[in-house]
């Protein structure tokens, strides 16, 4: 996500960072390439320009030009601008002391609402909290049986009654069914239009009215930039939303959502989706959303995502082995489930700090998850004690192994030496000593 305003404003503060002293006009060519930069990526104008004015303005003031290392200062203060542009300090959903926690959901027709609603479910469900779905969009069909098949996946219960009934009765009557069934949250998918129009208003206020919902989540498509915005804009104007949950961040976005939604409408962002499965959906935060714009990584979201495909002691375990030098082909390939568990490769990798320009560098190295699948074959058509010591692979049992996977000797035989290329690294990097990215993207 980002790519490419990444690389711009990256590439726009690689002039400043390393210097050891700054002047203004250093500053004003810096602003210079990063409004042109937020403007490519379809930001707001206003936003674009109040922003590199308070940049700028902190860049010249408080002794920054004089200071030890400006550079750094300078993206510094970018950093906690971006922040606080995309809303500053995160948001969680405002749950209910008792009762189901009632989340309607609104936008327009496209935007990805009802597989966001199935989304939202499951990751509540990772916190604990059971979620059911009412399907409230009697206007578009199949919108139902989506809904039904969607909320299926995500292994939350859905209320429906067809498309007979009123949206407000069905409301009305999901919230008295999730009271006695003890949901923990009610998340309400209504009705979207191509454009907005006073039907869909009054629908959305009358749903509102009767069932009284805790939050009130607009659901954007972060594929249409400014034009999401504009919507943001509209809906603050004729319903009070709370939030705004961003659909297809992992798409060619540009950003301009991301980055003008809050300072427009004053709404913050909740929730973003990141790719097509139903579990990539994660809260957003600002600022670690600003470190991954500018090549700064996200380490505290890469933990995260660790911690829910791990445990301690696997972790412990693992640690003991890497610096006996006792990692394994069996371990590398446990941990490369693991990983894939937690997301695209792509994306986990982008968390790490300096990785993301680090791959799109490198566009020789082969990010498909079907090379992952690929290696897995491989490992799994060995021995269990070829796999303990990669060592004991001769010419004739390349050969069987490349049989068994359906591979070839060569992807053996690069699978081996690569193998031997982390098991370095990581000694390495258990000795406090850390590689460069470069160098640990061609040990993959």
Known sequence: MFDQLSDRLQDALSGVRSRGKLTEADVDRAMREIRLALLEADVNFKVVKQFTSQVRERCLGAGVLDSLNPGQQVVKIVNEELSALMGGASREIAFAGSGPTVILMAGLQGSGKTTACAKLAKLLAR???????????????????????????????????????????????????????GDDVLIVDTAGRLHIDEELMAELAAIRKLIKPHDILLVLDAMTGQDAVNVAEAFTERVDFDGVLLTKLDGDARGGAALSVKAVTGKPILYASVGEKLDELERFHPERMAGRILGMGDVLSLIEKAEEVSDQSQAEELER?????????????????????????????????????????????????RELDRLESIILSMTPAERSRPDLIDGSRRKRIARGSGTTVQAVNQLVKQFGQMRKLMAQMARGKMPDPQQLLRGM
Not at 157 to 172: K, L
């Open 127 to 181: 916190d604990g909290k059971t979620a059911a779905l009412v399907a409230c969009d009697t206007q578009r069909p199949a919108a139902v049986e989506q809904l039904v098949t969607v909320g299926r996946r995500a292994g939350a219960r859905v209320y429906e009654r067809g498309t007979e009934p009123p949206p407000t009765e069905i409301a009305a009557w999901a919230l008295e069914q999730a009271r006695a069934a």
């Open 321 to 369: 082995k890497i610096r006996r030098q006792e990692f394994t082909l069996e371990d590398f390939l446990q941990q490369m489930r693991q990983v894939r568990r937690m997301g695209p490769l792509t994306n986990v990798l982008g968390l790490m700090p300096g990785m993301g320009k680090a791959m799109r560098q490198l566009r020789q190295v082969n990010m498909d998850e």
